[in-house]
Structure formats: structure tokens, C-alpha cells
């Protein structure tokens, strides 16, 4: 029998109801799992086996009853393993957001996104790494150390949810969710070879999601396919009276059934495939797109003529956002203290000391954009342009129904790559930015791998609340392709 950990999630779901295996069994797989590499991969903060064996416990209730008629309307959630980025709050677990200035913070609510799943019946693992605040593309920027790729542990996971796509390709857990500011879930999920959405602005609360950029954070899913990721999409997403940017109104049906893609139009806008894009990037990214076409996509070029705007957009609107969020962390209301002779010493120790270089740049960046003065040469004026980004998808959604793209120009790089130049890093989200922008959907799946054995993804961008689709095509494509069942060998 093929180990509990290699299941898919609908396999360890038809399992467990079928009572060939236990929440519990299943959860004690995936913890051995944790014990056997992730001292290698390092994708988890803190562990929750106690937490996890809880609901294991409740999960094989609920089955049981399920099984004597008792639960007809059982979600394929109940009993299976996730992990959470530790920038999502879970009442009375360490939350750390990667930074050393909540160090020790146990918060005193749970995050709607992460309650949703344990009131489906899911089993909750642990923390996962992150960049300080999900600032970063590579999770180097943890306080607590960076996560490894499992397809070459010398290289990065991609960030900034690096442990929660690592966690899901070295199979210590079957699906976990991430957040995505600016390419965040799905940059990850191209680097390590699995699947990862970024919803809508709006269609998953973000209540409990510790604030980096407020209009452009996203909750986000990592999993090994589109049908995994639906089943945890349809049980997050959805009005939630405790976040007042949360949409209200019916979530759309994920219909997936359908393998036959025929006149579904595809845009492939040019500016995505620019020089200095790897080539075997490029190449596997135009065969997905033949893909596409022999499912019967009508593929034509687009323009996003304002592309090369957002990363300069991004890098004005979110450190502003981010210095106001993060005001908050001041050695008073959360997190340790640095004591200094007086109040604004001890303000600045505490900040100094506790705030990675990452962090404070950001803070820099954003506090500057925002002073008077400068207020209308930066923030004003990006914001303005960010409405231009918006329109060209605006535009481009009148003619097809959905945009293809690498998600990143190159495969996952190596540790320390990039140590030194922090623009170097920035430039790897040029592809995901925009979809933050534009508040659009964006999921990224894999298509194939370059010559060292390192996996690419492909992203397709909807309209806002147009994740149907985007399940519909990524699940045609994955019943035509085996990309995503390929494994990290760890
Ligand atoms: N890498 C981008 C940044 O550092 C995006 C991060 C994110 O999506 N959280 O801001």
C-alpha cells in the first residue's frame, strides 16, 4: 500500500471514510514525517502535535458518525493534516510572524481563514516559516532561519510562506495555507513544485492575518493540485462580518469535472516574457500553453502596457502600508521589551533590536513615501498608477477570460543569492505584483522542470472573483499532465 504520507488529499479523504485508516493514523504519519526531514527542510516555527492529535481525535468522532448515517454531509477536510503560515493567528499558539518582536506572542483569537478549517474538520500541524512580516521572496528573511527547498536543499524555497510550500512538496502535510502581498503563495509554489492560489482581495477574510499591506494581503492555499486546493478554497472563502474588506455575497461553484477547456480564451500578455527570463522558464511555459490549446483554449497575444510600473508601484504602496501596520509593535501592547531609560528609548531598543534589516528598510521606505512633502511625489502618484495596472486587466478581461505567465523569470536560486542586493530580490515578483495590484486572482501550478532538476511554474490570472475558472483550466491541465505528481526525492 502506498504510505499514508504519498496520498492526495482526496485519497487520504476516501480512506478515511472508508475506515482503512484513522485522523489519528494519518496525523502520526504526517508528524514521523516532520521528525524524519524537516531538520533538513526546516518548514515549520513551532509544531502542534498536542493541537493536531485533539482534532485527529474529534475528526475520528466525526467520521464515526458518519459512517453510522449519522453525518451524511462530511467535508473532505475532516481528518486531514495542514499547516499554517505564522503569520495567521490560532488562539493560544505561538505566532511569530518570522520575527523576533513577537517572540513568545501567543495570540488571543483565531484567524476566520484557519477557523473555518478546523470547524470543517481539519487537522492543524503547526507554524510555518515566513519572511519577517512576509517580507521576502526566499524565506531568508526569518529571525528564526531559512527554510530549504526540498528539491535541493541549498536553495531556497522561494518566500515569503516558504515553509508552508516546503512543508506540502517534502509531504509533512497534505495541503497548508500561506499569504500572498505580492506573489507570496505562488512564487513558493512554483519554486517547490506544487500548486498555490492567491484569491481575490476580498473572497477569503483576512481577519486574524497579521497586517503587511492591508489592500493588497491575501490568504492563500499550497497543495499538490487545484482539486486539493478547492476543497479548501470552497470551506475559507466568503463574507465574514470580521473583516469589512471580506466580500459579501455567494461564492461561485468550483465545477470540476469538465476536462474539455474549448473556447475558454487565453491571453498571453508580452511583456511577461522579457529578456533575462530563464530559458528553460520560457520553454516549459509555452509548452503548458500548447497544452492549453490542445484542451481546445483559443490562445492569442495581449498588451499590459503598464506591467513594467508595478514593481516601482508595489515597492511605494506596500512598505507605506507596512509602516503604518507596523507602528503597533513597540515593546508596550505586544511581544518582548528592550528597556531603555525612557519611554522613546525603550521605543526605539525594542524596535532597533527586535526588527530585522528587511523590516526596517521597509519602514524606511514607507515612512518616507508618506511624509509630508513627499506624500504627492510617491504615495499619491502610485496610487494613481496602481489604477492604470488595474485598467489594463480591466481591459484585457473584456477580450479573454483569463491571462497565462511564468510565475517567476527563474527557477529557485541559491541560499545567500542574493544576500546583498535587495533589489535583485524584489525583481523576483515582476510576474505576481500586478495580480496584488489589480486585486485579481492568480494560481500558480507546475509545468515542468529546468536542467538541474528544479521545478517552473506556470500562473493564470482571472478577473476579480473569477477563481472558477482558474480552478476549471489548472484541473483540466492536471488531468492532461503529470507535473504535479512528481515528488521531491527527501
Ligand atoms: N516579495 C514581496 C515582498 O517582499 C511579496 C511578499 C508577499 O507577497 N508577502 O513584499
Same mark, same amino acid.
Given at each position: 500500500?502506498?504510505?499514508?504520507i504519498?496520498?492526495?488529499?482526496h485519497?487520504?479523504?476516501?480512506?478515511?471514510?472508508?475506515?482503512?485508516?484513522?485522523?489519528?493514523?494519518?496525523?502520526?504519519? #504526517?508528524?514521523?514525517?516532520?521528525e524524519e526531514?524537516?531538520?533538513?527542510?526546516?518548514?515549520?516555527?513551532?509544531?502542534?502535535?498536542?493541537?493536531?492529535?485533539?482534532?485527529?481525535?474529534?475528526?475520528?468522532?466525526?467520521?464515526?458518525?458518519a459512517?453510522?448515517?449519522?453525518?451524511?454531509?462530511?467535508?473532505?477536510?475532516?481528518?486531514?493534516?495542514?499547516?499554517?503560515?505564522?503569520?495567521?493567528?490560532?488562539?493560544?499558539?505561538?505566532?511569530? #510572524?518570522?520575527?523576533?518582536?513577537l517572540?513568545?506572542?501567543?495570540?488571543p483569537?483565531?484567524?476566520?481563514?484557519?477557523q473555518?478549517?478546523?470547524d470543517?474538520?481539519?487537522?492543524?500541524? =503547526? !507554524?510555518?516559516?515566513?519572511d519577517?512580516?512576509?517580507?521576502?521572496?526566499?524565506?531568508?528573511?526569518?529571525?528564526?532561519?531559512?527554510?530549504?527547498?526540498?528539491?535541493?536543499?541549498?536553495?531556497?524555497?522561494?518566500?515569503?510562506? =516558504?515553509?508552508?510550500a516546503?512543508a506540502?512538496?517534502a509531504r509533512?502535510c497534505?495541503?497548508?495555507l500561506?499569504?500572498?502581498?505580492?506573489?507570496?503563495?505562488?512564487?513558493?509554489?512554483?519554486? #517547490?513544485?506544487?500548486?498555490?492560489?492567491k484569491?481575490?482581495?476580498?473572497?477569503v477574510?483576512?481577519?486574524?492575518?497579521i497586517?503587511?499591506?492591508?489592500?493588497?494581503?491575501t490568504?492563500?492555499?499550497?497543495?499538490?493540485?487545484?482539486a486539493?486546493?478547492?476543497?479548501?478554497?470552497?470551506?475559507?472563502? =466568503?463574507?465574514?462580518?470580521?473583516?469589512?474588506? *471580506?466580500?459579501?455575497?455567494?461564492?461561485?461553484?468550483i465545477q470540476?469535472?469538465?476536462?474539455?477547456?474549448?473556447?475558454?480564451?487565453?491571453g498571453?500578455?508580452?511583456?511577461?516574457?522579457?529578456d533575462g527570463?530563464?530559458?528553460?522558464?520560457?520553454?516549459?511555459v509555452?509548452?503548458?500553453?500548447n497544452v492549453?490549446?490542445?484542451?481546445?483554449?483559443?490562445l492569442?497575444?495581449?498588451?499590459?502596457?503598464?506591467?513594467?510600473?508595478a514593481?516601482?508601484?508595489?515597492?511605494?504602496?506596500?512598505?507605506?502600508?507596512a509602516?503604518?501596520?507596523?507602528?503597533?509593535?513597540?515593546?508596550?501592547r505586544?511581544?518582548?521589551?528592550k528597556?531603555?531609560?525612557?519611554?522613546?528609548?525603550?521605543?526605539?531598543?525594542?524596535r532597533?533590536?527586535?526588527?530585522?534589516?528587511?523590516?526596517?528598510?521597509?519602514?524606511?521606505l514607507?515612512?518616507?513615501?508618506?511624509?509630508?512633502?513627499?506624500?504627492?511625489?510617491?504615495y499619491?502618484?502610485?496610487?494613481k498608477?496602481r489604477?492604470?495596472?488595474?485598467?489594463?486587466?480591466e481591459?484585457?478581461?473584456?477580450?479573454?477570460?483569463?491571462?497565462? *505567465?511564468?510565475v517567476?523569470?527563474?527557477t529557485?536560486?541559491?541560499?545567500?543569492?542574493?544576500?546583498?542586493?535587495?533589489?535583485a530580490?524584489?525583481?523576483?515578483?515582476?510576474?505576481?505584483?500586478?495580480?496584488?495590484?489589480?486585486?485579481?486572482?492568480?494560481?500558480?501550478?507546475?509545468?515542468?522542470?529546468?536542467d538541474? =532538476?528544479?521545478?517552473?511554474?506556470?500562473?493564470i490570472?482571472?478577473?476579480h472573483l473569477?477563481?472558477?475558472?482558474?480552478?476549471?483550466?489548472?484541473?483540466a491541465y492536471? !488531468?492532461?499532465?503529470?507535473?504535479?505528481?512528481?515528488?521531491?526525492l527527501?
Amino acid at each position: 500500500m502506498t504510505a499514508l504520507i504519498d496520498l492526495s488529499l482526496h485519497e487520504a479523504a476516501q480512506a478515511l471514510r472508508a475506515g482503512e485508516t484513522s485522523a489519528r493514523e494519518l496525523t502520526l504519519a #504526517c508528524i514521523a514525517r516532520m521528525e524524519e526531514v524537516d531538520g533538513h527542510v526546516h518548514a515549520f516555527l513551532a509544531q502542534t502535535p498536542d493541537l493536531a492529535l485533539e482534532h485527529a481525535d474529534r475528526a475520528d468522532k466525526m467520521l464515526a458518525e458518519a459512517r453510522k448515517g449519522e453525518n451524511e454531509s462530511l467535508s473532505n477536510l475532516v481528518g486531514i493534516p495542514v499547516a499554517i503560515k505564522d503569520v495567521l493567528t490560532i488562539r493560544g499558539v505561538p505566532t511569530t #510572524c518570522g520575527s523576533k518582536i513577537l517572540e513568545g506572542y501567543r495570540p488571543p483569537y483565531t484567524a476566520t481563514s484557519v477557523q473555518r478549517l478546523i470547524d470543517s474538520g481539519a487537522v492543524i500541524l =503547526g !507554524k510555518t516559516n515566513t519572511d519577517e512580516f512576509a517580507m521576502g521572496s526566499s524565506t531568508e528573511n526569518s529571525a528564526y532561519g531559512v527554510t530549504h527547498n526540498p528539491w535541493d536543499l541549498a536553495r531556497v524555497p522561494g518566500g515569503s510562506s =516558504g515553509g508552508s510550500a516546503a512543508a506540502v512538496a517534502a509531504r509533512m502535510c497534505f495541503a497548508a495555507l500561506g499569504t500572498d502581498t505580492g506573489g507570496s503563495v505562488r512564487q513558493p509554489a512554483a519554486f #517547490c513544485g506544487i500548486t498555490g492560489l492567491k484569491p481575490s482581495y476580498g473572497r477569503v477574510s483576512r481577519y486574524g492575518l497579521i497586517a503587511y499591506g492591508s489592500s493588497l494581503d491575501t490568504v492563500g492555499i499550497h497543495a499538490h493540485s487545484a482539486a486539493e486546493m478547492a476543497v479548501l478554497y470552497t470551506t475559507m472563502a =466568503g463574507h465574514d462580518e470580521l473583516d469589512s474588506t *471580506s466580500m459579501p455575497g455567494a461564492v461561485e461553484e468550483i465545477q470540476l469535472q469538465d476536462g474539455d477547456l474549448r473556447g475558454i480564451r487565453v491571453g498571453v500578455p508580452k511583456e511577461y516574457f522579457i529578456d533575462g527570463i530563464q530559458p528553460a522558464v520560457e520553454a516549459a511555459v509555452r509548452e503548458a500553453l500548447n497544452v492549453l490549446g490542445d484542451l481546445g483554449c483559443e490562445l492569442q497575444e495581449i498588451s499590459l502596457p503598464h506591467t513594467n510600473l508595478a514593481l516601482p508601484v508595489y515597492y511605494i504602496i506596500a512598505p507605506a502600508e507596512a509602516s503604518a501596520n507596523l507602528a503597533r509593535y513597540d515593546g508596550i501592547r505586544f511581544g518582548p521589551r528592550k528597556n531603555g531609560d525612557d519611554l522613546w528609548d525603550t521605543y526605539l531598543k525594542t524596535r532597533g533590536e527586535l526588527f530585522g534589516p528587511e523590516v526596517k528598510r521597509r519602514i524606511m521606505l514607507g515612512t518616507y513615501a508618506l511624509s509630508s512633502g513627499y506624500y504627492d511625489a510617491y504615495y499619491a502618484q502610485a496610487q494613481k498608477v496602481r489604477t492604470l495596472i488595474k485598467q489594463d486587466f480591466e481591459r484585457a478581461f473584456e477580450r479573454v477570460d483569463l491571462i497565462a *505567465s511564468p510565475v517567476t523569470p527563474t527557477t529557485a536560486f541559491p541560499i545567500g543569492a542574493h544576500e546583498d542586493d535587495p533589489l535583485a530580490m524584489y525583481l523576483e515578483d515582476v510576474f505576481t505584483l500586478p495580480a496584488n495590484l489589480a486585486g485579481v486572482p492568480g494560481l500558480a501550478f507546475p509545468v515542468g522542470f529546468d536542467d538541474s =532538476g528544479l521545478p517552473i511554474g506556470m500562473q493564470i490570472t482571472g478577473p476579480h472573483l473569477g477563481e472558477a475558472i482558474l480552478f476549471r483550466v489548472t484541473h483540466a491541465y492536471q !488531468k492532461a499532465t503529470d507535473w504535479h505528481n512528481k515528488e521531491a526525492l527527501l
